[in-house]
């Protein structure tokens, strides 16, 4: 059959890799010292800064629309999804605004965004800081204050994780996670 007269329908799916910004724990070595959670240092404003302007940049320059985010429970993660969507989903949108705190208003369907447990460094034993881990591998994450730092509207809780909890995402056998 020639292939000019097939009748089958190909689809395409882009997909973005994007990693966090600029986190407290490489800006400042000594806060993991003090800190109750040190495995999820939070971004600092440099890092949220970037993370907008990433999202902007991704608005204008790529060539198709983006629907959906996953994003790791990881307390930097979020914030740097969070800077992301916002700007991905920006109304009026003010050339000199440098961060989320600057958007006035968002259309919040334009794009998703949706927890990933298994999105995760400790996944990986050469790249974990296997140091900076709960000592009872446990590593209690605030579902609900994560979820409050995505922009209102924009989180969708009907994607099925392919992790559908933190303990299975941690591999036990890594870090010595116990249920």
Known sequence: MDPSQSHTKT????VLVMRHGDRLGYADP???KTADKPWDPPLIQNGLSRAFQTGRA???????????????????CVQ???EVDTALCAVDDDPDAKSSSDVVSIDSSKVKVSIEYGLRQLLNASAARLHAVPEDGIFRF????????????????????VYK??????????VGYED
């Open 11 to 14: 689809f395409q799916q882009h």
């Open 30 to 32: 000594t806060w993991e």
């Open 58 to 76: 991704f608005r204008t320059l790529v060539p198709f629309p983006i629907h959906r985010v996953f994003v790791s429970p990881l307390f930097r």
């Open 80 to 82: 740097t999804a969070s």
């Open 142 to 161: 605030d579902i609900p204050k994560i979820e409050s730092l995505l922009p209102s509207g924009t989180l969708d809780r009907t994607v099925e994780p």
């Open 165 to 174: 909890e933190v303990g299975a995402a941690m591999g036990r056998d890594i």
